[in-house]
């Protein structure tokens, strides 16, 4: 039996969500499970190419207005022309329940939302949001997070299912050879490298990290920071890192493929977000045996290896987290991998059960 899931999102880039779609995606039994792409954006993004090699079909439509009659529309005759898609996973944050109900509507029989962050800034898109949020559980047949603290602030109080963020936990395994090889390569041996992996969104909160940064520097001036990541805000943080004179000690990278291999050169991971549900780079960096300083609004659930967090308020003052930062330096890297298998981010073992949830649908649904 070859099952074919759509999954709606915006566009299939090197972002959180994505990168745990695409973890699934290599790892399930494509023979029985084939993944499929609904995108509201019309270039070609990071993960398209590799998304075809892997049989997966990519489809583009207009951008989401969650009010447009004319987008609902176009949205249905989708659905109608392409009846073969009996399970629609949607990965749309709080406007979800647009897409879950002209399937609905549309007579798709399982329609799946996906909770991946555990809040937002409120402001009048927030406002927007929240309507459209308390409407998913009506048109969704089933309700995922990515963990428990992301349920339930979009389910409130709805049953979902927890479904991790998985990894491929033996790529990120720290070696003190390859980190060698690495530092040495990129010219950092002799310097203090503190990481960030992230999009330059607003959630990221990285005016607040360049301000951390700049108190390491008072007391390692040859300290580097490394952001990798691509987004809308990235132009604001860089003329922020020339007002403030830090602009010859950070490294831009833009969006990279081997962020396994990056995270073997850094020091420390500096991750004040704003708000987050459960981020694969916390997963990654704890899989690389990377000290981390982090955020309370980071969900607690992250944390697999409790010696390697720290974690610290965003009332502190940059001063603070300078201080936490250098001092999680000082922690020997390690092979975590026994842990973040155990606590379940092995990505193997987690497609298997994501595949047997879909044939499990299919079974429940009577859906030939």
């Given at each position: ?34 993944f ?33 009659h ?10 109608r ?41 409120k ?22 997070a ?88 990235q ?52 899989a ?17 290896t ?55 649908k ?7």
């Amino acid at each position: 039996m070859d099952i074919r899931v759509l999954h709606i999102v915006t566009y299939m880039g090197r972002g959180g969500l994505e990168t745990m779609l695409m973890n699934y995606y290599r790892h399930i039994d494509r023979n029985k499970v084939q993944f499929d792409f609904l995108v509201h954006r019309d270039f070609e993004a990071d993960y398209d190419a590799e998304i075809r090699e892997l049989g997966g079909k990519i489809y583009h439509i207009s951008r989401l207005i969650p009010w447009s009659h004319s987008y609902r529309e176009k949205l249905k005759h989708f659905f109608r022309e392409h009846s073969e898609y009996k399970i629609v996973h949607v990965h749309q944050d709080c406007l979800s329940s647009v897409a879950l109900q002209c399937a609905k509507e549309c007579g798709v029989p399982v329609r799946i939302a996906h909770s991946h962050t555990s809040s937002a800034v409120k402001d009048l898109k927030y406002l927007i949001k929240k309507y459209y949020m308390k409407k998913i559980p009506v048109y969704a047949t089933d309700l995922f997070a990515c963990g428990k603290q992301a349920g339930n602030w979009m389910f409130r109080g709805n049953d979902f299912r927890v479904i991790p963020n998985g990894i491929c936990v033996q790529d990120y395994i720290y070696s003190e050879k390859k980190r060698k090889k690495i530092r040495k390569e990129s010219d950092t041996e002799n310097n203090l490298v503190i990481g960030h992996v992230g999009n330059f969104t607003r959630a990221k909160n990285h005016e607040f990290l360049l301000r951390v940064f700049c108190e390491i520097l008072k007391k390692e001036s040859s300290a580097q920071l490394i952001l990798v990541g691509d987004g809308k805000f990235q132009e604001k943080i860089k003329k922020q890192a020339i007002q403030l004179g830090i602009q010859e000690n950070i490294f831009f990278t833009g969006t990279r493929s081997d962020v396994n291999e990056l995270m073997q050169t850094m020091d420390v991971f500096v991750f004040p977000s704003l708000y987050e549900g459960l981020p694969v780079t916390m997963i990654e960096a704890q899989a690389a045996g990377l000290p981390c300083v982090i955020s309370d609004y980071v969900s607690e659930e992250c944390i697999v290896t409790s010696d390697l967090i720290s974690v610290m308020k965003l009332s502190d003052s940059v001063e603070m987290w300078a201080e936490c930062a250098l001092q999680k330096v000082k922690i020997d890297r390690r092979n975590t991998s026994e842990e973040i298998e155990k606590a379940g981010y092995d990505i193997k073992i987690a497609a298997k059960k994501l595949e047997q949830i879909y044939l499990e649908k299919y079974d429940k649904y009577g859906v030939k």
